[in-house]
């Protein structure tokens, strides 16, 4: 395993080829959490990332299709263990339990604005077209692409990765 990884939100967008074979090719990527040497969480969320019936590939990395589902799980993952400083998913990194459960809160924020987002685009497409202004993951997208997903959804895909570093 990786001595870090991180939780990469990714845009792609199908695309046929001359074989009219679909194929994506990323047009977005942003990287949502991110943890050094905490490898008691990196175990869980792979190993949520491998059962997923949205896993796309995994090698070292894990890749699936991005839904409030998947983002759920690994949302309370987080949630289920903050009540216990012991947790397996604090005390199983380099750093102090503390340290890592408090960095952990803040990406859990992260975790679940990516998913309340992801929300809008399911539920309302009102809401995720204003929604672009109003938090972390619209901003970065250039109006040209954001009003392509928004007029052509079926066009992309969202995703994201579980990815070991090192």
């Known amino acids: 395993m990786g001595l870090d990884f991180s939780?990469?939100?990714?845009?792609?967008?199908?695309?046929?080829?001359?074989d009219s074979q679909e194929k994506a090719t990323p047009v977005?990527?942003?990287?949502?959490?991110?943890?050094?040497?905490?490898?008691?969480?990196?175990?869980?969320?792979?190993?949520?990332?491998?059962?997923?019936?949205?896993?796309?590939?995994?090698d070292w990395d894990f890749c699936c299709n991005c839904s409030c589902e998947i983002l759920n799980n690994l949302i309370i993952i987080l949630l289920d263990n903050l009540y216990y400083d012991d947790s397996e998913l604090w005390t199983d990194s380099i750093f102090g339990a503390v340290d890592t459960k408090r960095y952990s809160i803040y990406?859990?924020?992260?975790?679940?604005?990516?998913?309340?987002?992801?929300?809008?685009?399911?539920?309302d497409?009102?809401?995720?077209?204003?929604?672009?202004?109003?938090?972390?993951?619209?901003?970065?997208i250039s109006d040209e692409l954001y009003a392509d997903i928004l007029a052509n959804p079926n066009k992309y895909e969202f995703r994201i990765s579980i990815i070991n570093s090192y």
């Open 125 to 140: 497409i009102d809401s995720f077209r204003l929604a672009k202004y109003d938090n972390d993951f619209g901003p970065g």
């Open 28 to 58: 977005y990527t942003m990287e949502v959490a991110y943890w050094r040497k905490a490898y008691g969480i990196a175990r869980r969320f792979m190993q949520e990332a491998h059962n997923s019936s949205y896993l796309l590939s995994e």
């Open 7 to 18: 939780v990469d939100f990714e845009i792609y967008k199908k695309l046929a080829d001359n």
């Open 107 to 123: 990406n859990l924020a992260k975790l679940m604005a990516l998913k309340d987002w992801l929300s809008y685009r399911d539920e």
